[in-house]
């Protein structure tokens, strides 16, 4: 699997784009990524604080022959972006239950997942931020950033690219087991 890659300067939401490209293509598979979101969204209706230089990107794909529930979903799709930070930061990353990556009991990430159905076709849209330069300052609840944690500029790009190609890896997989029992 292929994610179509959408690079934009500014949006609302990567995940509010990702649904107006899968209303007006035909596309199965996408990735949306935004220098700056201005309505970025969190669990509950909160809002996720998109400071320019941390990673915004939404994924997106077609619900076909895959028989998993949104929460192993969700703890999948954290172990993924878990293993592309711990690229860049060895020690213990912890997943705190729904959707948010902790280190050292801070936040350096979250994940917001959303189902949509459009002419019976279901699609998982997994919104990710990343702090990867700026930290948001949350009342009662402490954050992080990889700068901060590493002293070292990191390449977004390429972070951009690790994150599509193990998201491309694991989704080959899941669609070559769930084809396997339909």
Known sequence: MKF?????????????TAIR????????FGMIVSDVQTGGKGQRGNKWFSYK??????????????NISLNSHTEINC???KRILNKYYKKNITFKKP???LINKKKISGIL???ISISDKKFLIIG????????????DYPTTNLFELTNNHINKSKFENQLKEIFEKHLT?????????S
């Open 4 to 16: 179509k890659k959408f690079k934009f300067k500014k949006v609302k939401s990567t995940n509010n």
């Open 21 to 28: 490209i899968i209303k007006n293509s035909n596309l199965k």
């Open 53 to 66: 230089g941390n990673l915004f990107v939404s994924f997106f794909h077609e619900l076909k022959n895959l």
């Open 79 to 81: 172990l993924l972006v």
């Open 99 to 101: 959707n948010d990556l």
């Open 113 to 115: 997942q959303e189902i």
């Open 128 to 139: 990710i931020g990343i702090n990867l330069i700026k930290s948001p300052k949350i009342k």
């Open 173 to 181: 997989k899941m669609y070559k087991i769930g084809n396997k029992f």
